[in-house]
Every structure is written in C-alpha cells, then in structure tokens.
RNA sequence: GCGGGCAUGGUGGAAUUGGCAGACACGCCAGACUUAGGAUCUGGUGCCGCAAGGCGUGGGGGUUCAAGUCCCUCUGCCCGCACCA
C-alpha cells in the first residue's frame, strides 16, 4: 500500500487523501460486520450445507465465477466438488430486480450489460408434474418448451437428483447405483467440458405424460445438472437436440409435435427441430403455431392442477465463505447448546488476529488460534467455538465506494446526508474483467444497503467506463523464471547472463512479472512525460500491447511548448491575451479556439484523451508556424496560455510552472477551464471538394454563406474538374453544404 | 454451440452524424544550423507510376451521387457464457 501510495502520488494524482482506507482496517469491516448481522435477521445472510466449488491447492471455496476452465482463478489448479456448510447472500431474492434494472443503466457499455442479463439468465416456462406410474409420487420438471410436452417420450433425472436412487428398481438398481457413483467421481469441469458424451441408465421406472398419457422410461443422465430448474427434464426427443442424440443412443421414441413447412418424419430425421412450427399430435392444440400454444397450454397446465407458468434463473445465491486468512471474520459463534449465534453488535469488530502461524499448506490458520476459536457463547455464555471462515474479498469491493465517499466515521456505516449528496458514483472506471463479478455484487450490495435503510440509493454507477487490458510480453531465464522488464539487459538475464526467452504478449500481471513499473519512466522523463504517454497511446476502452516506443516524443513535445513559452516571454511580458485579431491573427485565433473546443468535448463524457492531446499538439504547430508574432503579441499570449491551460489534466506540474512564469499568481489546477468564442471560429471562406462521380477531381474556396447554386458554379469552373466532365453530360449535382459537391456525369 | 467485440500505412492510432481515409505521434528519408549531434528547426513519407492517373480501411457481394462507417456473406483473432431443459 505504501508503495503504490507513493507511485500514485509521484505521478500526480488528484485523489482526497484524507479519506483514504483500506479495506481490510477494522474500521472498515466493523460497518461491513454489521451489515451482515443486519442481513442476517432478514435472511439475507443464510447458511447451508451444499456442493461448493473446492480449490486443493489454496483450500478453499471459490465462487462459481471464481473458477475458470474449471480452475482455480488464483492459483490456476483443478477444482473440485466438495460438500460443505457455507455462508451464502441472497442475491437469487434480487434477480428481478438486477435484471430490471439493466435496462436503465444506460451509461455503461452495452457488452457488459449483455453478460450480466446472460448471467442472471431469466428464463419463462413452467413447472410440471409427471406422476410416477403405479404411485402418487411425483416428478417437477421445469421446461421453457411446455408447447413440446405432447411429445415427452421419457424422463431424464440429474446423477444427484433425490429420486434417482429411490425409482431404481430391479435388475437396473445396480446398474443406477454404478452410473451414479462413476458420475460422482468426475469433477464440475469434466462434466461441463466439450466432448463429454451424453450418457445414462434406465432407472426401471416409468412416469405418465399428464396430457398424452404416454408411459414414459426415466433415465438418470449425466447431462442433467442438479442446480438448474428442478433437476429433472422432461425429454421431448424431436425438438431438443441434446434429447435427440439420447434417444438415438438408447433407441426410444420420438414423436413430432411441431411441424415446419417440411414435414419432419421421425424415422429419418438427423438432428432436433428447434424452430417454429405448427402444432401436431397435441390434441387440441393441434393446428396452433407453437408460440401461441406455449401460453395455451401454460394456462391449461394451470386450469388442470398438473402445472404452473414459473421463472428460472441461472443465477445462484452468492457463496461468501471463504477459507482463506486475508478476510474480514465472519461475526458468528457457534455453541452447542444455542446453535448459530450471532455476534452482538456490541463486540463489534471481530478483529483478524495477528498473531497466528502460517504452514503454507493452505487452509486459514485462524482455525488453529485457540484465542480466537475459544470464545464464551454471548447468549448463554457456555463454551463456544468463533467461526474461523472470513469473507469472500469480493464483499469489501461492493461497497467501499460508498464508505468512500459517505462515511460516517466511528458512528455507522454510512452518513445517510453524504449519500444523498455523493451517491451514486458519476463516473466508475474498470477493468471488463469486472463485468459478472465485482459489477454485479456491488449493485446488489447497493441494493442491500438501499433495503437496510442505510442509504437511498437504487444504483451505484451512473457511468461507467470499461478499461481495455493492458498486455505485455513475459520474458523468462532458464535458470531464474520470469522476469521483469527491468532484469533483461540486451536480452540477457541482469543476474545469470544467460539468454531470455521472450513469451507472447498477456495480460499484465504481478505472477508473470510483465508489468510496467511507473517509476523507471518518471526517474528518466518526468512524471509528466509519463502521464502523458500513457494517455496519448490510445483511448482507455481499447486493449494495448505495451511498448514504450514514442515516450520520446512526448518529452520532446513538452521541450516544445516549454521553449515556444520561453522563447516568447519577454514578446508577450506586457500584453494581455487578445479576445479579438486582425489578418493573419484571426487564423491563429480560430486555430485556439477550435482546440479548447476540441479538447473540452474529448475529454467531457468521450475521454479521449489521446485526441485531445493531438489536438493541442496541432495548436502547438500552428504557434511554432505563426509568422506574424511581432505584429500580434496578444494572440501570441492567448494562444501560449491557452496551451498551457489545456495541457493542465494531462501534465499538471510543468503546465502550473508555465502558468506561473506567464506572471501569474493564481494556481491553473484550481482555475476556471477555459470556453471558446464562438465569433473567433467564424470563418469567411471555406474550402470545399469537388467530386466527379465520387472521386476528388478538385477544390474550390468559397465565401462562407455562399448559396449551393453559387458553390455549384464554382465547383463546374474548376478546371480540373471541367477536364472530367468535358466528354461527359452533367446529370446531376449534389452539393453538401460547407462540405463537397459531387458531378454525376456520364 | 450461443452472445459480444475487433480487423485501417513499417508502428500506436485518427476519421463523434454516410461526405477529402491515414489527423497527431513513433519510425524512416532529405535539407538547414553546428567542431559535433542520439539536440533543434524545416520539408517529405499508404501502395503502384516519370507523369497524368490508378489502386487502397481482413476477403467477396450489395444499398447509395458518395461506404472505414449501413446491409448480406465469408475468414481470422480476442472476450464472456457454455449440456440452463
């Protein structure tokens, strides 16, 4: 922390440090240890014993969105599936609402509005009871496709679904108890990987299509997941291709209950029918397009007790417990004699302790600190035992810009006048790697905070702005691993001399030492030339591969306007700067003014940033090629400190040190940005194209205010365009005004 | 498989609404100044061509007076989701 304070300071930036924190302080996750509690008694914070997503290495519990290509997102390795009694966020009670709300976020980009509706994953269908032939007992499927029910031909149940086990019977009990037992062994990211094949058991039971009444076979099948809709599907074979390939396989039947134009027929079909069509062998619903029949047969489902119309989400609740050291202490004490108990808020913050003994064999080591495991139970004060998980980090991160900006220092969580004032955040900045986590918890930690009464706010971003990544090439020693950048030296190891490997160019990241470290650019150029670089290099949205080429030439542009500056001081000592010019001053001025407009509109809401500073090195030419500066001094002045002005977000301290030899006193970084007169970008004549069949055959100058009948003669007098059309017959002329004209001829 | 994005000179990038493609910079070339320059200033620099001119925004097709921009299609790369019933 210090050394990134001190990198972010020495670069210039305009941070409140007098609200800093972190966020693993106690003053910091003592509010957050509350909001819990409170979440607690709403059932908002629940705990229950379920299959979570296991890391070996860091033993620990990821998130569903922890685990990519089914490893470890810290450390990489395989994870697995273990049985555990968790802390979980409701955060399923907020689907709706998140999902609602999407649709009025209109300042963030629109990709990342399309991955958190994916995520949140809405799907409308209905829920249906297949009865269990020879018994009351029932199976709940939910389908989006209940316009296919009539042509249900078998049951397919998830390997860990409750009645697996229970409707397998005779010679195929042993058969189900094998399949399920193999399924098991196989973690998440195998079941879910590409060429998994599609397999199952006949489980020896049949259930009844309740509006056919065909006996359905029931399967148990390794592609049903448990943890999606009820964990059993109903398997309508002609129009679900997974199904079809399953009914191939086993050979069971299909039957096809919605027509296309062409006709299918069962016996030689080759894949599902997914589309549209009308409906066959479905009773009365026979003859309907199939998107009319899906709500028919919802509401007939309905009227007959068989079903009901039901959302899903993909969504799950937010696991937050979290076996790691590095965490803020969930505040709960288990007692035998009273079960869960809750810390009061009185003994607010459990603190992380520091003196424990790290094994490096994972696992949290608070779990073997006796002081802080043994604790006197707060309700009836028999021995008990602290819970020794910690939350996942993610918690700290939906909510720190509100403490930021709202705190209520030692008296609450948040000061709910500063909310109103401060919240929501104008303007939010991130990585796109955000996009499913840390930007969907921290809306609904907002929300949560909203529902606890702390403050009232729907939303926390207005704007936000996704960062392209920033890659570079890794570079590794035979003998020494990766390196930095800083410890290849002619493409040698500083340490061993041995030869570099150079790797592809990757994301930047702190394991594979491909970072850029400011600090070498600022003890060679400035922070300054620094700031610069990085902003003229391209526009933040964009992805970037790192290269330092033309670091130079921002340097050298800052030398640039540094000696256009004091060249001319003693020129421009006694003048103030002009607000009006005669002759060649007017085209400086309007040079001047198109830039503060130019500068001002790239950076308000576009933040391109690497176009405002073209722009301003434009009007840094147009100063070194003005050559009338003796005749208009004034114009010389406003257009120097105009520059330096501008220049004031980008390189603060040169521009301030500019400012200051200018003969002013006042400091730029707290004066007013500049406008632009509108009369000085006035122009009187322009300069427009001439086209002949829309190619550049010749410009012409004509008076701004010229009527299109003028600029058109104009434009037919040129004489290069006169020369493409001579042979020609003008058929047409499109003039655009202030723009181009173009010939059609022929 | 589904969803989203990207593709422009030797390089980073510009073109906000369909209207001069390549702004600005890096690099390169030339000239000036200089004992010298890896400093500075000026000019040049998409490709082909002596020129006139032609070609040119991943490929192909289309709409339009006019397409980097809109439509269709194909290819390549990147990101997200992925047996979601």
Redesign the pocket.
């Known amino acids: 922390i210090d050394n990134m304070r001190t990198q972010l300071k020495k670069m210039g930036l305009s941070y409140d440090w007098d609200r800093e924190f972190a966020t693993c302080d106690a003053d910091y996750y003592r509010w957050e240890q509350l909001v819990f509690l409170k979440m607690m008694e709403k059932g908002l914070a629940y705990k229950k014993s379920s299959s979570v997503n296991w890391c070996p290495d860091c033993q620990t519990v990821l998130a569903?969105?922890q685990v990519?290509?089914g490893c470890c997102w810290r450390c990489d390795n395989d994870v697995v599936q273990k049985e555990l009694e968790q802390w979980f966020f409701r955060i399923t009670d907020y689907a709706e609402e998140l999902l609602g709300w999407i649709d009025r976020l209109e300042g963030w980009p629109?990709?990342v509005l399309?991955?958190q509706r994916?995520?949140i994953?809405k799907?409308i269908?209905c829920e249906i009871d297949f009865r269990i032939d020879g018994s009351d007992v029932k199976i709940r499927?939910?389908?989006?496709?209940q316009d296919t029910l009539y042509g249900a031909t078998f049951m397919?149940l998830?390997p860990e679904h409750p009645m697996a086990r229970k409707l397998a019977v005779g010679e195929q009990k042993e058969a189900v108890e094998s399949f399920i037992a193999r399924v098991a062994r196989q973690d998440k990211a195998k079941?879910?990987?590409?060429d998994?094949?599609?397999e199952g058991v006949f489980t020896g039971s049949y259930c009844i299509n309740p509006v056919s009444g065909r006996r359905m076979p029931v399967y148990v099948a390794?592609?049903?997941?448990?943890?999606?809709?009820?964990?059993?599907?109903?398997?309508?074979p002609t129009h679900?291709?997974?199904?079809f390939e399953f009914a191939r396989k086993y050979d069971l039947p299909l039957v096809v209950v919605i027509q296309p134009p062409e006709a299918l027929d069962p016996a030689t079909m080759t894949e599902a029918w997914t589309g549209p069509g009308c409906m066959a062998n479905s009773d009365r619903f026979d003859g309907l397009d199939n998107e009319s029949a899906k709500e028919k047969i919802a509401d007939y489902l309905e009227a007959e007790g068989i079903g009901k119309k039901a959302v899903?989400f993909?969504l799950r609740d937010w696991g937050v417990s979290r076996q790691r050291y590095w965490g803020t202490p969930i505040p709960v004490i288990y007692c035998g004699a009273c079960g869960v108990v809750p810390v009061p808020e009185k003994d607010l913050p459990v603190v992380l302790p520091t003196d424990v003994s790290f094994t490096g064999e994972g696992g949290s080591p608070l779990a073997a600190l006796d002081s802080f495991v043994s604790v006197d139970c707060p309700k009836c004060g028999k021995a008990a035992r602290r819970e020794t998980d910690t939350f996942d980090t993610f918690v700290e991160s939906s909510w720190y810009f509100a403490r930021y900006a709202c705190a209520d220092y030692d008296r609450g969580v948040l000061d709910k006048a500063k909310a109103e004032y401060w919240m929501p955040v104008d303007q939010y900045i991130g990585g796109?790697?955000h996009?499913?986590m840390h930007l969907l918890y921290a809306r609904f930690f907002t929300k949560i905070l909203r529902d606890l009464g702390l403050m009232d706010v729907d939303e926390p971003f207005i704007n936000l702005l996704t960062q392209g990544?920033v890659c570079m090439e890794t570079k590794s020693c035979p003998e020494h691993g990766w390196l930095y950048p800083e410890e290849v030296v002619d493409g040698q190891c500083a340490k061993c001399s041995q030869k570099v490997a150079t790797g592809r160019n990757e994301?930047m990241s702190k394991s594979k030492k491909n970072v850029v470290d400011p600090d070498h650019l600022i003890a060679r150029y400035g922070a300054d030339t620094a700031r610069m670089f990085s902003l003229?290099?391209?526009?933040p949205e964009?992805?970037?591969?790192w290269?330092e080429?033309?670091v130079?030439?921002?340097?050298?542009?800052l030398?640039?306007v540094w000696?256009a500056v004091f060249d001319n001081l003693e020129l421009i000592r006694d003048v103030p700067p002009a607000t009006s010019a005669e002759g060649k001053g007017v085209e400086l001025r309007r040079v001047v003014h198109r830039t503060i407009r130019?500068v001002t509109?790239?950076i308000d809401g576009?933040f391109?940033f690497?176009?405002a500073?073209?722009?301003i090195?434009?009007l840094?030419?147009a100063i070194?090629?003005f050559d009338e500066k003796r005749e208009h001094p004034e114009v010389m002045r406003e257009a120097l400190e105009t520059v330096v002005t501008l220049l004031t977000p980008f390189v603060p301290h040169i521009a301030e040190e500019m400012w200051g030899e200018l003969g002013h006193a006042s400091r730029l970084s707290t004066g007013r940005w500049p406008s632009w007169d509108e009369a000085a970008l006035v122009e009187e004549n322009i300069?427009i194209?001439v086209?002949v069949?829309?190619?550049?055959?010749g410009?012409v100058t004509v008076a701004a205010d010229a009527t299109s009948e003028a600029v058109e003669k104009a434009a037919l007098e040129d004489p290069?365009v006169a020369?493409?059309i001579a042979d020609k017959t003008v058929r047409?002329v499109?003039v655009?005004p202030g723009?181009?004209v173009?010939v059609?001829a022929t």
């Open positions: 569903n969105e990519e290509d629109e990709s399309t991955m994916n995520w994953g799907s269908g499927v939910f389908t989006t496709r397919s998830a079941r879910t990987s590409d998994y094949e599609k390794n592609f049903v997941l448990m943890d999606y809709g009820t964990g059993a599907v109903m398997a309508v679900d291709q997974r199904d899903n993909r796109v790697e996009a499913v990544m994301k003229f290099a391209s526009p964009k992805d970037l591969e290269n080429q033309g130079e030439g921002c340097y050298r542009f030398n640039r000696r130019k509109e790239d576009r391109h690497n176009t500073i073209a722009a090195m434009e840094v030419n070194y090629l300069l194209v086209q069949n829309g190619k550049v055959r410009k290069n020369r493409f047409k499109i655009v723009r181009l173009n059609v």
